[in-house]
């Protein structure tokens, strides 16, 4: 049973507190837990849930340092899991752990390795998804493969529905392994070389509108809740959160441009096609379905959507 197991915790917010909450509840033996450094903005809060749940939280300033390994090996673990953690792990950490270290990645790897699968996935219209298993070696995501389910992408997938359904199954994933390598029956296949999809860093979150419409709103959802799609509305911030695709095509203006608007809706020149914010945030007090901040705001046709005039 995995109950008997001795484990240790490695993970940063959100997903290391949807993980470790729903480990405890299961009766996992959590005899340490290793989160962000006391740089990170998720240090504190993360180790006060800790500490207050009456964990083991065990400090650092460098992964490799002789101390901190010595700590980790006073644990006696059987195994470590991670979920979540944006440091390289070194070689004499992961040999500190002699069932090694179980990382939860939330892809189909060896595709979208990376720190930033939730929305890649959505932004490269896959039709699927899911959380792989693996041991970890000294590089990110490349480690043999020990479990891994996939999920299907739905149509008005956004960022925040994805994270929440893989963190669920990542947490299911992780008790099934836990089970499994409690019973001496882990199986191991190692990941294939070559090139493979990458889940880069969103850099920017500016819409741009020469984009085709169908890529504009993947964008869209892509980055909501999170991180949020954004353009300029009479040198005002407009946040969109959802908006939806017409594939008609208007000629003589630019993008950006209000070209259309009826009663519910006002429609902007893409690429290709037109896209239709549907939920928004206008600047710092606004925040409204599309009728509600046509009915306030009152957009023109022939007014511009820009992103050309933000700084950072």
Do not use: W
Not at 99 to 123: C, E, K, M
Not at 169 to 192: A, F, H, T, V
Not at 264 to 281: C, D, E, H, V, W
């Amino acid at each position: 049973m995995y109950k008997d197991l001795r484990v240790l915790f490695i993970g940063i917010p959100d997903m290391a507190f949807v993980c470790l909450d729903g480990m405890l509840n299961a009766g996992v033996n959590i005899v340490g837990v290793i989160g962000a450094k006391k740089t990170h903005n998720t240090y504190m809060t993360f180790k006060n849930y800790v500490t207050n749940k009456g964990l083991n939280y065990i400090d650092y300033d460098n992964l490799d340092d002789e101390v901190f390994i010595n700590k980790i090996k006073s644990l006696n673990a059987d195994i470590a899991v991670v979920c979540s953690f944006n440091y390289k792990i070194p070689k004499v950490m992961l040999d500190s752990v002699k069932g090694g270290f179980i990382n939860t990645h939330p892809a189909l790897l060896p595709d979208y390795r990376g720190p930033n699968p939730y929305s890649a996935v959505i932004l490269n219209g896959e039709k699927y998804t899911g959380v792989t298993l693996h041991l970890m070696d000294e590089e990110f995501d490349t480690g043999d493969i020990v479990l891994q389910k996939k999920i299907p992408i739905s149509p008005v997938e956004t960022m925040g529905t994805i994270f929440n359904k893989l963190n669920a199954l990542g947490l299911d994933m992780l008790l099934e392994i836990l089970e499994i390598y409690s019973q001496g029956k882990l199986k191991r296949k190692k990941q294939p070389k070559g090139k493979f999809k990458y889940a880069e860093r969103v850099n920017s979150c500016v819409i741009d509108f020469s984009k085709p419409a169908v890529e504009v709103e993947r964008f869209i959802r892509a980055l909501n809740p999170f991180l949020i799609a954004k353009t300029h509305f009479r040198g005002v911030v407009l946040n969109i959160f959802s908006a939806e695709v017409y594939n008609e095509n208007v000629d003589g203006v630019g993008v950006g441009t209000i070209v259309k608007k009826d009663e519910n809706r006002f429609y902007i020149k893409t690429g290709k096609g037109l896209i239709a914010p549907t939920s928004m945030q206008f600047g710092g007090f606004l925040i409204s379905s599309v009728k509600e901040f046509m009915a306030i705001i009152n957009p023109q046709l022939g007014e511009i959507m820009k992103g050309d005039t933000f700084l950072g």
